[in-house]
């Protein structure tokens, strides 16, 4: 059986492209302590906007899309500037933001498994590569930042929503079940369980 | 002269892998005060396990194995969960992990400096790969939890002992001696080095 | 229009590692406090002198040239050494290391973005792989050493100087300027953004 990778249309990519941007310039605006220039949170928000895309491509060793094509980074890019610009703005826009981020993180993760299941990589790497597409920006922010990474600490739940829609859409591709059909079940699964996290104050056990 | 990979049976491999993950969960029992959830602790268990192979096959331009094969991820979450469960019995058999990991140690620096030199890496180049298959996954837990980089502060010696395998295979192996040989040596060098370090005390000098 | 990849000499690029390599130590010689031993000093002389080519081919999905032939890593370990030694020395020729030090950014700003144009990224890819390229060492000491990226705070103007010298490359090259003539325009521009940011003290406005 061959598994082909989830596609979407290119402008929703950007738009997920620019709401990575914009997120994390409004991270940044909540480190100002740290004096950050204008510069820094764009690299910030390129960081957050793309990193997933990166580290998914740099694991699967396949050259990275958005290197190649100049949309994903000028689009990021720009979503920056205009969140540090509009800050004060998009910052009461709170709820919406965390409800894109939810749908954007669950087709990060249909993008990622179903790519890496199309190069013959096992399910659990699958897995693996889907969480880091979903969630690999914040990562890659922690990271740039010298910030603990955040996902690792109780009271997200950010990996376990996007680790349940990959695997779902895992499960449904070894199934048989057609990828664009299974790549919106992800993207259900993953918005459902963050907002539900969010909603009810779900959290993991601690060690 | 065509220099082989450096192979062991899948058993050791995974065996291997298993260590790894039993410490990365028994280092994150240290580090309660962060307040690690039980996805934290799989989390930094595969990265111990798994971080020094995906580092190198990156570095050398490879597929990573570890993402491509279901086995290395199973058992290493698996051990991490276990190793989190266990950890009372585990910590008293301190000394059996501390011989294990050095075995280990030298196990990745010989398949990582062997992959190399098969690949047509240079002698210089096949260390450093040697060196980062062997700690890369001690390093990529300190860079997510956020923590300097162990192995560069004074009294670990673990580069040291992991280096001074790599490099007497890679000497070998010019020399003509066949791999699983100059492979086997590696291993008895870098656990000889690694005990005799924490025994006797050794350090490096400081700057 | 096919693009070529900027060559230098090779005893150019080796002087460049040497640099890195030299740079690493003295900034080393700055964390004293931190206990680094002398194989750590090694290891951040490496990371500095050749973290921004191996971090660019990364991203290029290349395999790393600073791994595979032997000379880079010769060269920037011996100079890491030379710099510990000899440190008080070379602290008081300071302002021939910063020059040193622009020329050199703005050399691997050059190799990066014009190697990633022969590849068929696009404009926005290459300048950040020149980016990349140019000051992806001092990013790599800073996650090894768990310091924030220092590029991303107020006052260094580092990524400024290397991205207004590979947009000026991207910009000649793909008016139909030969490749090493873009390739000095290049290594100007950085070389003067650099030394007239230090010189009349600019900065880039904080958000």
């Known amino acids: 059986m061959t598994i082909t990778s989830f596609q979407v249309a290119l402008w929703i990519e950007l738009l997920a492209a620019g709401l990575g941007g914009l997120q994390g310039a409004l991270f ?43 949309w994903y980074l000028l689009v990021a890019g720009a979503s920056a500037v205009l969140g540090m610009v509009l800050q004060p703005i998009f910052a009461r826009a709170d709820w919406l933001i965390t409800v894109l981020d939810a749908v954007v993180m ?22 693996v590569v889907g969480i880091v597409g979903a969630i690999g920006g914040g990562m890659l922010r922690d990271v740039i930042l010298s910030l603990p990474i955040s996902f690792l600490q109780v009271g997200t739940l ?47 056990p601690e060690q």
């Open 28 to 70: 940044a605006a909540g480190e100002r302590h740290r004096r950050i220039d204008v510069l820094g949170v764009i690299v910030i928000g390129l960081a957050v906007s793309l990193g997933g895309s990166l580290l998914r491509d740099i694991m699967l060793n396949q050259p990275p899309v958005v290197i190649w094509k100049n």
């Open 106 to 127: 669950g087709l990060f993760g249909a993008i990622g498994a179903s790519k890496a299941l199309s190069l013959g990589v096992g399910e659990a790497g699958a897995l």
């Open 158 to 204: 950010y990996a376990v929503a996007a680790g349940a829609g990959a695997g779902t859409l895992i499960l449904l591709a070894e199934l048989g079940t057609p990828i664009p059909i299974a790549g919106l079940v992800c993207v259900a699964v993953t918005t459902t369980v963050r907002l539900a996290a969010i909603r009810f104050n779900w959290t993991f």
